[in-house]
């Protein structure tokens, strides 16, 4: 997609400029490699299936399930691994011009800290999201994301091992959502990416068992699109560094809400898992609406809370 000279649809994540503000979510769009390099470069960024220090299998199936309106996972975490990442990806990424956001995670703040140092050094990635819904085990299994002062040090000590940009992916399983973002931002992070999945399950009525082998797993889609969106509002009123909006992006009216919101960016997850196009249908409409409307993604972002302020 070429963009006209008179219609800016960049946007800034802390230091960082995106050309457009889709980005593909974490897990939905492999290692940015279900389209060509060349086409993905046309999106503002492209977010890693999560990476962690040695590969993972993640759990037994059933580990997905649709539901009326969106889409249960409980895939596990799986992954290659930050070696064959490295090795085998990241050349390729950058060598077609992807904007990369790399997704980490770990089960301790030094794992955490080792993928980020790993990420900084390598070249080609342009920042680092963390996903804090992981459980430290160092602390009993309790999440990262829900404890504003865990969610802090790490933040702090992954900002510390890398040159990188850190923004913090938001686990909707806080208490207090508000207090973990603030305590990201405190600590250093660019930007949040609001949020991760909602844990939820579905049941068999045939038979009574759980579709997914674990149980529960994360509810993602068109379903929780409203209570995100509050979410996405409520962040952007309390924070001064940008909100990443994820969650029931299908359209480009969808990012439009969003931005509209106080969302910097959208990232588009289970849309592109149903469809591999559509990132790139969804920036098309997202342009043309900027078109009929003589706006920017820039002049949207918060347009709601401005026109409530008046």
């Known amino acids: 997609m070429s963009e006209s000279p008179s219609l800016d649809m960049s946007v800034r994540v802390g230091g960082l400029v995106l050309k457009n503000p889709v980005i ?129 040090r790490l933040t702090r000590k992954v900002a510390a091992a890398s040159s990188l940009p850190v923004i913090v992916k938001l686990t909707p399983q806080a208490e207090d959502l508000a207090a973990v973002a603030r305590a ?18 579905a049941i068999d009525p045939r038979t009574g068992r759980p579709r997914l082998s674990t149980v529960t797993g994360g509810l993602s889609g068109p379903a929780v699109k409203p209570i995100v969106m509050r979410m996405v509002y409520e962040l952007a009123g309390a924070l001064s560094i940008p909100v990443i909006a994820s969650g029931g992006v299908m359209t480009g009216l969808d990012a439009v809400e969003y931005l509209m919101a106080g969302a910097c960016a959208v990232q588009v997850g289970m849309a592109g898992l149903l469809r591999p196009q559509a990132p790139f249908d969804i920036l098309a409409q997202l342009e043309a609406h900027c078109r009929e409307h003589r706006t920017s993604p820039a002049a949207l972002t918060g347009l709601t809370r401005r026109l409530l302020s008046e």
Do not use: H
């Open 184 to 201: 990201a931002q405190d600590a250093g992070a660019v930007a949040v990416t609001a949020v991760n999945t909602f844990r939820a399950m």
């Open 24 to 152: 593909t979510a974490s897990g939905t769009y492999g290692y940015a490699d279900i389209q060509p390099v060349e086409a993905m470069a046309q999106l503002g960024a492209a977010c890693t299936k999560g990476l962690s220090l040695r590969p993972r299998e993640g759990n037994p199936p059933p580990r997905i399930w649709e539901t009326e309106a969106g889409m249960l996972n409980a895939i596990g975490l799986a992954n290659m691994g930050i070696e064959r990442f490295l090795g085998e990806s990241l050349p390729a990424l950058k060598a077609g011009g992807v904007t990369v956001i790399a997704n980490i995670y770990g089960e301790s703040e030094e794992d955490f800290a080792s993928l980020a140092a790993l990420l900084g050094g390598a070249g080609g990635v342009s920042a680092i999201e963390l996903n804090v819904s992981c459980p430290n085990v160092s602390r009993g299994g309790m999440l990262f994301g829900r404890d504003p002062s865990m969610t802090s």
